[in-house]
């Protein structure tokens, strides 16, 4: 295992992939706001400009996220990501007691009403034959 970077770790490479570890507190890609702020795809180009993203992680957010290094490779990975053929898991520490070993979070994402570009749980929208809450 390499370092491109003095926090992002490199579990993989070959001519179609790329993939990292990417640690908390780094944006995957430019802000949206503030495009000069330091992020995972800038630095990933800065040593590999055929680099592409084909998902994401939250900037709070640490984990492994693949990359694409040719046209043909980010094809055939978007198609995985669209037809859910990958496997995705997510593992979360928490503070406090949860009650069983699994659960569900069904809760709309929504822009936060006051800070521009962060995003919040909103409120359960109504959907058509269900009381509103």
Avoid: W
């Avoid at 995957?28 to 998902?55: C, G, Q, S």
């Amino acid at each position: 295992m390499s370092k491109i970077h003095h926090d992002i770790a490199i579990l993989f490479q070959d001519d179609d992939l790329l993939v990292v570890n990417k640690p908390p507190r780094l944006l995957t890609l430019p802000d949206r706001f503030a495009p000069e702020k330091p992020n995972l795809v800038a630095i990933l180009k800065d040593k590999d400009p055929h680099v592409m993203t084909n998902h994401r992680l939250d900037k709070d957010t640490s984990g492994i996220l693949v990359f694409t290094r040719n046209p043909e490779a980010h094809a055939h990975v978007s198609r995985q990501f669209e037809s859910r053929t990958l496997t995705k898991v997510y593992d979360a520490l928490v503070k406090g007691v949860i009650s069983g070993n699994e659960g569900i979070i069904d809760q709309p994402i929504e822009a936060h009403p006051v800070i521009e570009g962060k995003c919040v749980c909103g409120r359960e929208v109504n959907r058509p034959g269900q009381p509103i809450p």
